[in-house]
């Protein structure tokens, strides 16, 4: 099997399409009028790979580095001057390739993206992908408008997906319609490149009156399938009406496919279960949770997985689109699950408020996990954890020192099935599913991460929920951070830092304390308009460490950071990494999470 150098690691590689990007060269001033630059080291670079840096004055370039630059791919120019803009090229073979996009010099750390926001709307979740081809990332924004949670009654107002490119260009809007509901676990977009044409495309669930990029309407606009019964649970809910999945044109918005989507909500009572609090119900709460994803099923091309249920019933329905046809790869259904479950599948009620895209068996193939089950690549259940629902879950190459991948889960243990005693967070082989260690039986925990940093310990530590910082061996070391959301690579070690209500912080384990590296500026209001999650958090410009992209003070625009501080580690862009990128897919799903790659990025790591 042929191998390919990633990060200093020997990878294989299996026949996986590579994102054809840009350099994402970025450059910033500081304060003392030097200039930070940084950018991409990509897959397919040769090993050795070496840039020189050109500092543009009065439209004539200056080349900045008196040697060809063969280690990270940043530098700080302290001879910048008046400069206005650089330029990076490679070297190939000892010559000189052709120049990058200018990156003109941003004031501040971060690129302002405007956006055409709308009365009484904000902006929620985010994904990227290159929608036009030309190796840069846009920005696809979903805008909000009075969500609700599934649990709770009410008119919401209409989703919104808009696509920007980072100078602010709008490209489309597509407004998914009143028969489409707001909140946190209706609107599931997954923007990628499907069918390898070297442009992303949107698919998500739409419904009648839904309007593509160009203004044409998906089923009959005259349709308003909103229950109007007021007073009563199922107010506001769409319970009825056909309900369609569409791919998208990623460059213009105008959809390209619509077919049935699958599964249908009925019966709607049959999607309770063992997950959560052991309950049903008969108003479209639990029938109307989703997920989705996109994943590598054959080693090969992407496939589109669309998902329903968490708390008992679980449905994936895996898509494939090429040449222009949306076709059914497989469905996976763990079939309505009912008091008092003893006959119940083992894949029943162990869906969550998050999944995550790996391949956990190393068969070149990925495999979906849904929170507390995974699902194979032919669409069988390859295992279940038996630790039912939960509100967080990560998956990576954690401990360095153990073969494969572990699966960390937190469980949401309430009302009847606090008495199951089932573990509130714990470590899992992802291969196999089987138990690690565990601890808090019978307890509640809404969430945990997963992250390296302290270095004295092999491997990642583990945090959120009762007891204090942990190994990922689960012994406790001292006290946490407290936020157990976010993380993020900002600085300049191999570490990660803590995203936690609008800014970075270092956790200075030597102190068991945070230290705040950055803040940035917040609107008011609450979610994400407070800092809790960011919009979207990836490795979408310069090196390899990762952006946050926030909304600017007035709701006008995005703000997309980036780091200033200077790295001595060279590692190729994280957007090539196949788990990871795929993880940026999934991120804007119901309760966001960080994203992970498919090997160990920390302290002490193999190089």
């Known amino acids: 099997m042929k191998s390919l150098l990633f990060a200093g690691l020997l990878l294989?590689?299996?026949?996986?399409?590579?994102?054809?990007?840009?350099?994402g060269l970025v450059a910033v001033r500081q304060a003392d009028g030097s200039v930070y630059t940084g950018w991409r080291l990509l897959g397919d670079d040769p090993a050795g790979a070496a840039f020189n840096l050109y500092r543009r004055v009065g439209g004539k370039d200056?080349?900045?580095?008196?040697?060809?630059?063969?280690?990270?791919?940043?530098?700080?120019?302290?001879?910048?001057?008046?400069a206005?803009?650089?330029?990076?090229?490679?070297?190939?073979?000892?010559?000189?390739?052709?120049?990058?996009?200018?990156?003109?010099?941003?004031?501040?750390?971060?690129?302002?993206?405007?956006?055409?926001?709308i009365p009484d709307y904000r902006p929620h979740d985010a994904s990227a992908a290159d929608l036009d081809g030309d190796g840069e990332y846009e920005i696809i924004l979903h805008q909000a408008s009075r969500g609700r949670d599934n649990s709770f009654n009410g008119i919401t107002g209409s989703p919104v997906l808009d696509a920007y490119k980072l100078d602010g260009t709008r490209l489309w809007r597509i407004d998914l319609g009143i028969n489409i509901r707001e909140g946190e676990h209706y609107t599931q977009f997954m923007v990628y490149d499907l069918d390898g044409?070297?442009?992303?495309?949107?698919?998500?669930?739409?419904?009648?009156g839904t309007k593509d990029g160009t203004g044409k309407v998906i089923g009959d606009a005259s349709k308003d399938w909103r229950n109007k019964e007021e007073g009563t649970q199922r107010f506001g809910r769409i319970l009825s009406g056909p309900e369609f999945l569409t791919v998208f044109d990623g460059k213009t918005g105008a959809a390209l496919?619509?077919?049935?989507?699958?599964?249908?909500?009925?019966?709607?009572?049959?999607?309770?279960?063992?997950?959560?609090?052991?309950?049903?119900?008969?108003?479209?709460?639990r029938c109307d949770r989703f997920l989705a994803c996109v994943a590598c099923l054959d080693g090969k091309h992407p496939s589109l997985v669309m998902s329903r249920g968490v708390y008992g019933r679980t449905v994936l329905a895996a898509w494939d689109w090429q040449n222009g046809e949306l076709t059914s790869r497989?469905?996976?259904?763990?079939?309505?699950?009912?008091?008092?479950?003893?006959?119940?599948?083992?894949?029943?009620?162990?869906?969550?408020?998050?999944?995550?895209?790996?391949?956990?068996?190393?068969?070149?193939?990925?495999?979906?996990?849904?929170?507390?089950?995974?699902?194979?690549?032919?669409?069988?259940?390859?295992?279940?954890?038996?630790?039912?629902?939960?509100?967080?879950?990560?998956?990576?190459?954690?401990?360095?020192?153990?073969?494969g991948k572990e699966l960390y889960l937190v469980t949401e243990n309430e009302e009847e099935t606090v008495s199951l005693k089932t573990p509130g967070a714990g470590l899992h082989d992802a291969r196999s599913g089987s138990s690690l260690w565990s601890h808090s039986p019978g307890e509640d925990i809404s969430d945990g991460v997963v992250a390296d940093i302290d270095p004295r310990h092999p491997g990642a530590e583990v945090w959120g929920g009762p007891g204090g910082l942990r190994t990922i061996r689960g012994k406790e070391i001292g006290p946490c951070p407290r936020g157990s959301d976010w993380v993020i690579w900002w600085d300049g070690d191999l570490l990660r830092e803590i995203y936690d209500r609008s800014a970075i912080f270092k956790w200075r384990w030597e102190e068991g304390r945070e230290e705040r590296l950055f803040t940035a500026e917040m609107p008011g209001g609450r979610g994400r308009n407070a800092g809790f999650r960011p919009n979207l958090a990836a490795d979408l410009i310069g090196d390899w460490r990762e952006e946050l992209l926030l909304p600017a003070p007035d709701g006008k625009s995005l703000r997309l950071y980036t780091t200033t501080i200077s790295t001595e580690h060279r590692l190729v862009t994280l957007m090539h990494d196949p788990q990871y990128r795929l993880s940026i897919a999934w991120q804007n799903v119901s309760y966001?999470?960080?994203?992970?790659?498919?090997f160990f990025l920390g302290h002490g790591m193999k190089e």
């Not at 294989?12 to 054809?20: F, L, Q, S, T, V």
């Not at 650089?86 to 993206?113: C, H, M, Q, W």
């Not at 966001?592 to 498919?598: L, R, V």
């Open 592 to 598: 966001n999470k960080p994203p992970h790659p498919s």
């Open 257 to 285: 496919k619509t077919v049935d989507f699958i599964p249908g909500r009925d019966p709607i009572d049959g999607w309770g279960g063992i997950g959560g609090n052991g309950g049903n119900d008969s108003y479209g709460n």
């Open 197 to 208: 044409d070297g442009r992303a495309e949107l698919a998500c669930k739409t419904a009648d």
């Open 84 to 117: 206005e803009a650089y330029v990076i090229r490679p070297i190939v073979d000892g010559k000189e390739g052709t120049s990058t996009k200018p990156a003109k010099v941003l004031e501040k750390n971060f690129i302002e993206i405007p956006i055409q926001p």
């Open 330 to 403: 497989w469905v996976f259904d763990s079939g309505v699950s009912r008091p008092p479950f003893e006959k119940a599948s083992p894949f029943s009620g162990m869906g969550g408020h998050a999944l995550s895209v790996a391949d956990v068996d190393d068969d070149g193939k990925d495999e979906i996990v849904y929170q507390a089950m995974t699902v194979d690549d032919n669409g069988q259940g390859l295992y279940s954890t038996g630790r039912r629902h939960g509100d967080a879950i990560h998956v990576g190459d954690f401990d360095p020192e153990r073969p």
């Open 12 to 23: 294989p590689i299996h026949a996986r399409p590579m994102e054809k990007l840009d350099r």
């Open 62 to 82: 200056e080349r900045v580095n008196q040697e060809p630059l063969k280690g990270a791919t940043n530098l700080i120019d302290r001879g910048a001057g008046k």
